[in-house]
């Protein structure tokens, strides 16, 4: 059985769930196995759930039987039991921890093993984030977020698990990407042709040549859906010095919003490569950095020589609109959204011009 002598140390489900497995790679019954190892079903479903003990005699019979060496048996059962005697003397911040932590919709994006399983589940989530313990966590990320240049709202504190989830998230997904060294005036560069892609409505299109774009200035791209009380649409995040990654959360799924939020990030690398990471969301406070990188992704998408144009352009004036786009190589839904933002047409007008996208997508 080729996977039985991958020890993890974390693992929390009893050892009759490997074989479990084991009985399924062999095609074989449950019946046949208890035949096996000359023991009764009774006694072998309880070995599947952890009630029966794995003492020195049935790790010999099991390693006869498997293939797999009776100290791994052994060691299975010493790690389950000690893991087991962890969770149960869990102090009551560390299930606060678990409990504060987005594990329904970590599940539902595949990011940790679905379970229902309190100990299976925080050491899922201690392995999602790399960390031993809940206090590593904290030492990490809460010092992280907490040093953030900017804060989403006085209820920022109280989404940190959800914050540090998608951030991480970000990094996993990046993790094995290739990129060039960090070269800031590579990446001013090729503004023009990040801003080229905006008129491209398929993000199965786009997206990679986005990515490619980016790696070659040394800027790495991760999309990462928000988990529920995760209000960030976007992150400048510093992974190491010269290594930044822009995180987006395609919360609104419409290309004007894709696109500022994009533009405003690529911003904050250019303009204040001092902080280490930078939040974003529609309940933030505009701090000075944040008009910074507002005014530079507005300046992108529509530069200043046709701001005076732009003004003149209304709701009813739909060819206008288009023939304007067109002129200054955007999409029709970027001149919308700015035209929402200035607040020269109603939110509720013109909606659809802009490109709608799905989760399908990426």
Same mark, same amino acid.
């Given at each position: 059985?080729?996977?039985?002598?991958?020890?993890?140390?974390?693992?929390?489900?009893?050892?009759?769930?490997?074989?479990?497995?084991?009985?399924?790679?062999?095609?074989?019954?449950?019946?046949?196995?208890?035949?096996?190892?000359?023991?009764?079903?009774?006694?072998?479903?309880?070995?599947?759930?952890?009630?029966?003990?794995?003492?020195?005699?049935?790790?010999?019979?099991?390693?006869?039987?498997?293939?797999?060496?009776?100290?791994?048996?052994?060691?299975?059962?010493?790690?389950?039991?000690?893991?087991?005697?962890?969770?149960?003397?869990?102090?009551?911040?560390?299930?606060?921890?678990?409990?504060?932590?987005?594990?329904?919709?970590?599940?539902?994006?595949?990011?940790?093993?679905?379970?229902?399983?309190?100990?299976?589940?925080?050491?899922?989530?201690?392995?999602?984030?790399?960390?031993?313990?809940?206090?590593?966590?904290?030492?990490?990320?809460?010092?992280?977020?907490?040093?953030?240049?900017?804060?989403?709202?006085?209820?920022?504190?109280?989404?940190?698990?959800?914050?540090?989830?998608?951030?991480?998230?970000?990094?996993?997904?990046?993790?094995?990407?290739?990129?060039?060294?960090?070269?800031?005036?590579?990446? %001013?560069?090729? /503004? @023009?042709? &990040? !801003? *080229? =892609?905006?008129? $491209?409505?398929?993000? %199965?299109?786009? /997206? @990679?040549? &986005? !990515? *490619? =774009?980016?790696? $070659?200035?040394?800027?790495?791209?991760? /999309?990462?859906?928000?988990?529920?009380?995760?209000?960030?649409?976007?992150?400048?995040?510093?992974?190491?010095?010269?290594?930044?990654?822009?995180?987006?959360?395609?919360?609104?799924?419409?290309?004007?919003?894709?696109?500022?939020?994009?533009?405003?990030?690529?911003?904050?690398?250019?303009?204040?490569?001092?902080?280490?990471?930078?939040?974003?969301?529609?309940?933030?406070?505009?701090?000075?950095?944040?008009?910074?990188?507002?005014?530079?992704?507005?300046?992108?998408?529509?530069?200043?020589?046709?701001?005076?144009?732009?003004?003149?352009?209304?709701?009813?004036?739909?060819?206008?609109?288009?023939?304007?786009?067109?002129?200054?190589?955007?999409?029709?839904?970027?001149?919308?959204?700015?035209?929402?933002?200035?607040?020269?047409?109603?939110?509720?007008?013109?909606?659809?011009?802009?490109?709608?996208?799905?989760?399908?997508?990426?």
């Amino acid at each position: 059985m080729s996977n039985l002598s991958s020890f993890n140390a974390n693992w929390v489900s009893p050892p009759g769930s490997t074989l479990l497995d084991f009985i399924d790679e062999q095609g074989i019954t449950v019946n046949q196995f208890a035949n096996q190892i000359d023991c009764t079903v009774p006694f072998l479903k309880n070995l599947f759930k952890g009630s029966t003990i794995i003492d020195p005699d049935l790790a010999s019979i099991l390693g006869d039987i498997t293939g797999v060496p009776s100290k791994f048996w052994l060691t299975r059962e010493e790690q389950y039991r000690e893991n087991l005697k962890k969770v149960s003397l869990l102090k009551d911040d560390e299930s606060d921890w678990l409990s504060n932590l987005p594990t329904a919709d970590m599940a539902n994006f595949g990011w940790i093993e679905k379970t229902t399983n309190k100990a299976k589940k925080l050491f899922s989530c201690l392995d999602y984030f790399g960390v031993a313990s809940v206090d590593e966590w904290r030492s990490k990320y809460t010092y992280m977020i907490g040093e953030t240049a900017f804060r989403i709202s006085d209820k920022f504190s109280h989404k940190q698990e959800s914050i540090a989830s998608w951030l991480r998230q970000g990094e996993i997904q990046v993790s094995n990407h290739y990129c060039s060294p960090w070269d800031k005036n590579k990446l %001013i560069e090729k /503004i @023009p042709d &990040l !801003r *080229a =892609l905006t008129t $491209d409505s398929d993000p %199965i299109s786009f /997206i @990679p040549k &986005l !990515r *490619a =774009l980016l790696a $070659d200035c040394g800027v790495l791209l991760a /999309i990462v859906r928000s988990p529920q009380h995760c209000p960030a649409s976007g992150a400048a995040y510093w992974l190491a010095e010269n290594r930044p990654l822009i995180i987006m959360s395609f919360k609104y799924l419409t290309d004007d919003h894709f696109w500022f939020t994009f533009f405003h990030e690529v911003g904050h690398l250019i303009l204040h490569t001092d902080y280490s990471l930078i939040l974003e969301s529609n309940e933030s406070n505009v701090s000075n950095i944040e008009k910074e990188a507002n005014d530079y992704a507005e300046d992108i998408l529509i530069p200043k020589i046709y701001q005076k144009e732009l003004l003149k352009l209304n709701s009813k004036d739909l060819r206008g609109i288009l023939k304007f786009a067109k002129k200054i190589g955007v999409s029709k839904g970027i001149v919308v959204g700015q035209l929402q933002h200035k607040s020269i047409i109603s939110s509720s007008l013109l909606n659809k011009l802009k490109t709608r996208y799905s989760w399908a997508n990426f």
